[in-house]
């Protein structure tokens, strides 16, 4: 796609997409594969995404592309033994060798395994920055909040109100800044991949697999015309502080994989912005 000003992508007016009925939200998106609605034990509307072996992989995807945003689900991982399944909250330009995309990966486990969240960025095709992590917690007994902030400086990664990573942009490096992108939440079947490298595939014998959303939040740039900040701290949003001690506290505890420690997949040499702070 050629490049064009930001200008010229987004539109003039920031879209805040939170509502508070899942029925509401989910007509924001497309659906693909088993997508239903129901109900929490509160009585709190909901949206699933289920896979067996015959429906295949299941998913949502915006009506509306972004650029720049700060992007919110509340989720409910799967219960019980989840090796094999891959469940996403990303977004994507679309799927060609010089895609942008940034995503949130959970990676299904056996039953006692901690669920492994991957955390990548893809700019103009080039990928491999994963950061992984063990979740701290059983996000299959209640729902968590998962965060992706976009702006023209970083990319910024949250769990609940715990900042876990941040991707700078550097002016020399690739970054995602001129692809709108799609926001999808898609549940798969990753065996091939996702459970300690494929050791471990998905057992059907547990099926249907069932991931739930209770909430969407969006306030973001959508793909049209110009756009501005106005107040919203998300488009000049960095950590402060404290928040870098979030992150060095997430990297210090629960981090299983950070790229730019791995000699052995870049035997030419780390990635640029490894060495720099």
């Not at 945003?69 to 996403?88: D, H, P, Q, W, Y």
């Not at 715990?162 to 690739?174: E, M, P, T, V």
């Amino acid at each position: 796609m050629a490049r064009r000003s930001l200008a010229a992508v987004i539109t003039v007016a920031l879209a805040l997409l939170q509502v508070a009925s899942a029925g509401s939200w989910l007509r924001q998106f497309t659906t693909d594969g088993t997508v239903r609605t129901g109900y929490d034990p509160s009585r709190q509307k909901v949206v699933t995404l289920n896979l067996d072996r015959s429906s295949g992989a299941a998913g949502i995807n915006s009506k509306q592309q972004f650029l720049y945003g700060e992007f919110s689900f509340e989720m409910k991982l799967i219960r019980g033994n989840s090796a094999g399944t891959v469940t996403c909250f990303y977004l994507s330009s679309g799927t060609d060798d010089w895609r942008d995309e940034i995503d949130m990966e959970f990676m299904g486990n056996s039953s006692g395994q901690p669920v492994v969240l991957n955390t990548n960025v893809w700019a103009n095709g080039d990928g491999k920055k994963e950061h992984q992590f063990d979740l701290w917690f059983d996000p299959s007994a209640d729902y968590h909040t998962y965060t992706i902030i976009w702006n023209p400086t970083n990319i910024l990664f949250k769990v609940d109100n715990i900042f876990i990573r941040s991707f700078k942009r550097y002016a020399d490096l690739a970054y995602p800044s001129s692809k709108p992108m799609t926001l999808h939440a898609t549940l798969w079947d990753g065996s091939y991949w996702a459970t300690e490298k494929g050791k471990v595939p998905i057992d059907w014998n547990n099926a249907p697999f069932v991931v739930s959303y209770r909430s969407f939040y969006a306030n973001a740039c959508v793909a049209g015309g110009a756009c501005h900040a106005g107040r919203d701290g998300w488009m000049s949003k960095r950590l402060d502080a404290a928040e870098w001690g979030t992150v060095r506290w997430a990297e210090r505890n629960y981090m299983r994989y950070n790229y730019c420690t791995d000699g052995w997949r870049f035997p030419n040499g780390l990635p640029a912005e490894c060495s720099r702070k």
